[in-house]
Antibody
Framework: QVQVVQSGAEVKKPGASVTVSCKAS????????IHWVRQATGQGLEWMGW????????GYAQKFQGRVTMTRDTSISTAYMELSSLRSEDTAVYYC???????????WGQGTMVTVSS | SYELTQPPSVSVSPGQTASITCSGD??????ACWFQQKPGQSPVLVIY???KRPSGIPERFSGSNSGNTATLTISGTQGLDEADYYC?????????FGGGTKLTVL
């Protein structure tokens, strides 16, 4: 079935970087943008940016410009999101989601908990 | 930056109709989506392009969007509909989410 499966939980120290992966299956990986959304505990959804797996083009929310990098490896149908200079406020569940032609996020990953703590 | 505003909470009795609003400047000129999120789970798309339901979403979920307000309506609300609901729209190439509404069925 169509799904995206994310990597496991991470614990990082302030100032470090984290990379979360998102592996697609059941559809052609290069046909749909992958977006990243995060959610701090008890808070709402926050959009971070997008990646076009076909071209490698990206677009980032202004808040994360300079700290986030989205890449992909088409040979294994996997997208990556790297967030650097981590601080405690980055502690959150990070989701990847597929955007379809109707501009909707129709498939979401299971989420990856990233904890930033000294 | 563009903002979407939702009420923090809505309560409804079982079997009744729940309405959750989402307000934004000229939101009716954009398409609105709605997501349902239960505790510990990923968001699930329940409405896209204002009023379309993905496959597998019950008919009791419907949507509308006009002027500055999009509305998610759940008819014959059931206990399993208790969840957080988020609206979402696009502002240029940026996805914007509302703050979320906790729907309580009591």
């Amino acid at each position: 079935q169509v799904q995206v499966v994310q990597s496991g939980a991470e614990v990082k120290k302030p100032g470090a970087s984290v990379t979360v992966s998102c592996k697609a299956s059941g559809y052609t990986f290069t046909s749909n943008d992958i977006h990243w959304v995060r959610q701090a505990t008890g808070q709402g959804l926050e959009w971070m940016g997008w990646l076009n797996p076909n071209s490698g083009n990206t677009g980032y929310a202004q808040k994360f410009q300079g700290r986030v990098t989205m890449t992909r490896d088409t040979s294994i149908s996997t997208a990556y999101m790297e967030l650097s200079s981590l601080r405690s406020e980055d502690t959150a569940v990070y989701y990847c989601a597929r955007r379809v032609v109707t501009n909707a996020f129709d498939i979401w990953g299971q989420g990856t908990m990233v904890t930033v703590s000294s | 930056s563009y903002e979407l505003t939702q009420p923090p909470s809505v309560s409804v009795s079982p079997g009744q109709t729940a309405s959750i609003t989402c307000s934004g400047d000229k939101l009716g000129d954009k398409y609105a989506c709605w997501f349902q999120q239960k505790p510990g789970q990923s968001p699930v798309l329940v409405i896209y392009q204002d009023n379309k339901r993905p496959s597998g979403i019950p008919e009791r979920f419907s949507g509308s969007n006009s002027g500055n307000t999009a509305t998610l309506t759940i008819s014959g609300t059931q206990g399993l509909d208790e969840a957080d609901y988020y609206c979402q729209a696009w502002d240029s190439s940026t996805a914007v989410f509302g703050g979320g509404t906790k729907l309580t069925v009591l």
